[in-house]
């Protein structure tokens, strides 16, 4: 049976008194599961993954991920936290402009201290992007620059893949291409929570959970 990997109990965001993103959501995450989550713009789809992925603080509530307690860590220590646990993949690719595909997949390890280029070579052709290792980003067509992006949250071998939107900048045959290596990532172990406005890719996940108003309208399991 899989163990629950992200528990999340009474987890509020306010940003000021008419600004209340989240509102004591309360969601269990196993290992291995993906959870599709959607609902309209502004309803705090993002706000949730930006609390996950240890990018922002909850104003109140308990978010646990493998066990830690991560609502109440410094700010180096959620870096740190979400170096080794987390990986990120947004609608915009954020890859550094003056670094190669390689030097923008190699970075996480930088920090980390283990720097492994034949590891990130691997990655980036197992994604489509062996050929262009020495490429800077405007050189990349957007898909190509989606796919570094992925190898990159791939670099340290995190349990959970956050996706914001990873599609929603991409033609559909470059869209196609994003989706199925998430899914093999997927088939692989990794958790991951990603967000959608396109019914049809959140029924890709085990479970689709939709948010109104910063609170949980429904969760249900893939039929």
Same mark, same amino acid.
């Given at each position: 049976?899989?163990?629950? #990997?992200?528990?999340?109990?009474? =987890?509020?965001?306010?940003?000021?008194?008419?600004?209340?993103?989240?509102?004591e959501i309360n969601l269990k995450i196993k290992s291995g599961e993906w959870t599709s989550i959607i609902g309209?713009? /502004?309803?705090?789809?993002?706000?949730?993954?930006?609390?996950?992925?240890? #990018? +922002?603080?909850? !104003? !109140?509530?308990?978010?646990?991920? %493998?066990g830690k307690n991560i609502s109440n860590l410094s700010r180096t220590e959620l870096t740190r936290f979400r170096?080794?646990?987390?990986? #990120?993949?947004? *609608?915009?690719?954020?890859?550094?402009?003056?670094?190669? @595909?390689?030097?923008?997949?190699?970075?996480?390890?930088?920090?980390?201290?283990?720097?492994?280029?034949?590891? @990130?070579? *691997?990655?980036?052709?197992?994604?489509?992007? /062996?050929?262009? =290792?020495?490429?800077?980003?405007?050189?990349? !067509?957007?898909?190509? *620059?989606?796919?570094?992006?992925?190898?990159?949250?791939?670099?340290?071998?995190?349990?959970?893949?956050? @996706?914001?939107?990873?599609?929603?900048?991409? %033609? *559909?045959?470059? /869209?196609?291409?994003? #989706?199925? =290596?998430?899914? %093999?990532?997927? +088939?692989?172990?990794? @958790?991951?929570?990603?967000?959608?406005?396109?019914?049809?890719?959140?029924?890709?996940? %085990? !479970?689709?959970?939709?948010?109104?108003?910063?609170?949980?309208?429904?969760?249900?399991?893939?039929?």
């Amino acid at each position: 049976m899989s163990k629950i #990997l992200i528990s999340i109990e009474n =987890l509020s965001k306010i940003y000021d008194e008419h600004t209340i993103a989240l509102k004591e959501i309360n969601l269990k995450i196993k290992s291995g599961e993906w959870t599709s989550i959607i609902g309209p713009s /502004g309803s705090g789809k993002t706000t949730l993954l930006n609390m996950v992925s240890c #990018l +922002d603080r909850p !104003s !109140s509530g308990l978010i646990s991920i %493998d066990g830690k307690n991560i609502s109440n860590l410094s700010r180096t220590e959620l870096t740190r936290f979400r170096r080794e646990k987390i990986g #990120l993949i947004f *609608q915009q690719h954020y890859l550094v402009p003056y670094l190669t @595909a390689l030097e923008n997949v190699l970075l996480p390890m930088y920090y980390n201290g283990d720097v492994q280029e034949d590891f @990130a070579i *691997q990655i980036l052709n197992r994604v489509g992007m /062996g050929h262009r =290792l020495h490429s800077i980003p405007t050189k990349l !067509s957007g898909g190509e *620059q989606q796919r570094v992006c992925i190898a990159r949250s791939m670099i340290n071998k995190p349990q959970i893949l956050i @996706a914001d939107e990873p599609t929603g900048n991409l %033609d *559909q045959k470059n /869209g196609k291409k994003v #989706l199925n =290596l998430i899914k %093999d990532l997927h +088939d692989e172990g990794n @958790a991951i929570l990603l967000v959608t406005h396109n019914l049809e890719i959140a029924k890709l996940g %085990d !479970s689709i959970l939709e948010i109104v108003d910063g609170k949980i309208s429904s969760k249900n399991g893939r039929s």
